[in-house]
């Protein structure tokens, strides 16, 4: 089952054109690429197609199998097609650069795909992950789907009604919006886990 666009396969080269590995080693082992067997190595095989590589957090729940293989559900649930690579990397990026949050992981692996595959500049970058509203490569609805994104993650008792209408009247379905919602959400778990076990970068 195809769950991504071409573009998130070459996720892997283009981060290897500006970022290099840290050497490391999370405070839970887990199941490297080339020692996977089983159904362990079966989702591993698929995320290596989706993504071109293995992303070590991804890697990380093979500590618990069941979590591994849910985790992968996931991803094939919530994708939509109406959510561009770029507007769920900016997400990924933004949510993980938060004061509450700085997950230098999640922060360079998704510069690295805005930069080398959106061809963004560090001045936006770095204006985005301060506010998503200066997200001025996105249209008028991306923003405001990003915006709502990072809301839910940095004020959601803010996030009311109206701008929920808001998206609508752009033309994002219910399921869209809930999409969304479970997308930068799911980033907050993400970017816990990496920081807690320390994962070391691995692009």
Same mark, same amino acid.
Not at 1 to 19: D, G, I, N, P, Y
Not at 171 to 174: F, R
């Given at each position: 089952?195809?769950? =991504? !666009?071409?573009?998130? !396969?070459?996720?892997?080269?283009?981060?290897?054109? !500006?970022?290099n590995a840290t050497a490391g080693e999370s405070l839970l082992p887990y199941? $490297?690429?080339?020692?996977?067997t089983g159904e362990v190595k079966a989702i591993y095989?698929?995320?290596q197609g989706a993504f071109g590589m293995v992303p070590a957090p991804i890697m990380q729940h093979s500590t618990s199998p069941a979590n591994l293989k849910a985790l992968w559900g996931q991803f094939g649930a919530m994708h939509n097609t109406n959510f561009s690579d770029q507007l769920q990397a900016m997400m990924r990026m933004t949510v993980a650069s938060s004061d509450a949050l700085d #997950?230098?992981? #999640?922060?360079? =692996?998704? $510069?690295?795909m805005l930069i080398n595959m959106f061809k963004m500049d560090m001045k936006e970058i770095n204006a985005v992950k301060k506010d998503p509203i200066n997200a001025t490569s996105l249209n008028d609805k991306d923003k405001k789907m990003l915006i709502f994104m990072v809301d839910a993650t940095r004020n959601p008792k803010k996030v009311d009604k109206a701008q929920i209408d808001e998206l609508r009247k752009l033309?994002?379905?219910?399921k869209d919006i809930f999409d969304g919602l479970k997308m930068?959400?799911?980033m907050v778990a993400m970017?816990?886990?990496v920081d807690t076990l320390k994962i070391p970068r691995d692009f």
């Open positions: 089952m195809k769950l =991504f !666009t071409k573009a998130a !396969t070459m996720t892997a080269l283009a981060l290897s054109l !500006t970022l199941t $490297e690429q080339k020692d996977a095989d698929q995320v #997950c230098d992981y #999640c922060v360079g =692996f998704n $510069e690295g033309g994002w379905s219910d930068s959400t799911q970017t816990l886990l």
